[in-house]
């Protein structure tokens, strides 16, 4: 079964540092990962996904196959960046998303 | 446009009671997607449809949770016999097709007291 692990519940950083959140998934297959982000008192919604390699806020994410990764990262973390991150899986987009528990970002200024 | 709409925000009930959760997608969205939450987890998913065809509910607990879809738009949860352990955040997310972009509502906060 696919698993994805988010090892840390919180992270807290200062403003101007960088950010990366950790995503690792159990799948030996050909994965499709995304990060999904919920801002105070907002829904759940896409940040980014993998296979479309883009940067949105000025956050990136690599898909590692060979250390099964998806680390998403910012180079200069901003006060609106805190949020609950969440790393997802799908495989191939045949299964529903598998989600991870989740990390608290907070920045502080 | 208005987003993915769940009613109610909040329900809170007793041991035993029966409950419906609704869940009304984005227009067009042919994919229906069921998750619920609890405190200090990530979205753990229930079930999903396709239409109105139920394609995979392996995440439902038990058979005390059901969902229809009967007319591939608006869906209900359904769990009977409510237990003290369904409490949670009940998400419902819709995309244009399966395998694509999920739209996530509000969610509706179940308490079962």
């Known amino acids: 079964a696919q698993r994805v692990t988010q090892p840390e519940k919180l992270l807290s950083v200062f403003k101007g540092a960088p950010v990366e959140l950790k995503c690792n998934y159990s799948y030996s297959g050909s994965p499709e990962l995304f990060w999904y982000v919920q801002y105070s008192r907002q829904r759940l919604q896409l940040l980014l996904r993998h296979i479309s390699r883009e940067s949105i806020k000025g956050f990136t994410a690599d898909l590692n196959k060979g250390e099964t990764s998806f680390h998403l990262k910012k180079p200069f973390a901003q006060e609106e960046d805190s949020a609950m991150y969440y790393c997802a899986l799908t495989v191939s987009g045949n299964t529903p998303l598998v989600f991870g528990k989740g990390t608290r970002l907070s920045v502080i200024a | 446009g208005a987003g993915v709409s769940q009613t109610p925000s909040n329900k809170v009930t007793e041991k035993g009671k029966y409950v419906e959760l609704r869940c009304d997608p984005i227009?067009?969205?042919?994919?229906l997607y069921w998750y619920r939450q609890s405190l200090g987890q990530g979205p753990e998913f229930l079930i999903y449809f396709q239409g109105t065809g139920a394609a995979d509910d392996s995440g439902l607990p038990n058979d005390r949770f059901f969902a229809v879809r009967p007319e591939g738009s608006v869906s209900t949860l359904k769990i009977q016999r409510t237990e003290r352990g369904d409490s949670a955040v009940y998400l419902c997310?819709?995309?244009?097709?399966?395998?694509?972009?999920?739209?996530f509502g509000s969610g509706t906060q179940l308490s079962v007291l």
């Open positions: 997310a819709s995309s244009l097709r399966f395998g694509e972009k999920l739209f």
């Open positions: 227009s067009g969205h042919t994919a």
